[in-house]
């Protein structure tokens, strides 16, 4: 593809630096020095003096009204099952077991949806 990996020189860092000052993506800088993406942003990121992080700006628009709110989804409710039953223990918490026939009874019958 045309990608070297070249050494950087205090000279390719000041320039590099500069080109991103002019506000040239991380791709854009690497392709002038025919490198990598990665390989600039790991300069960078080792002279974090020389390339400052960049303010993202964006346009405030007046008149606009606010977004609306999303509405909230009301709390899951869970789907009994017919081969479980909730006990209450000695503490008073209240647990969902397996059921057991001779201590809860058969269990009901699950009508089917034709």
Not at 49 to 59: A, G, V, W
């Amino acid at each position: 593809m045309g990608v070297r990996h070249i050494i950087w020189t205090a000279e390719n860092i000041v320039a590099a630096s500069e080109l991103y000052r002019k506000g040239l993506s991380f791709g854009r800088i690497a392709s002038k020095f025919g490198t990598t993406r990665d390989s600039v942003i790991g300069i960078a990121f080792r002279n974090r003096d020389l390339f400052p992080k960049r303010l993202i700006i964006t346009p405030v628009k007046k008149n606009q009204p606010p977004m609306p709110k999303r509405p909230k989804r009301p709390p899951a409710v869970p789907t009994p099952h017919i081969d479980r039953v909730v006990r209450t223990t000695f503490s008073g918490a209240k647990v969902t077991m397996p059921r057991v026939v001779f201590i809860d009874g058969p269990a009901p019958e699950q009508s089917v949806a034709a």
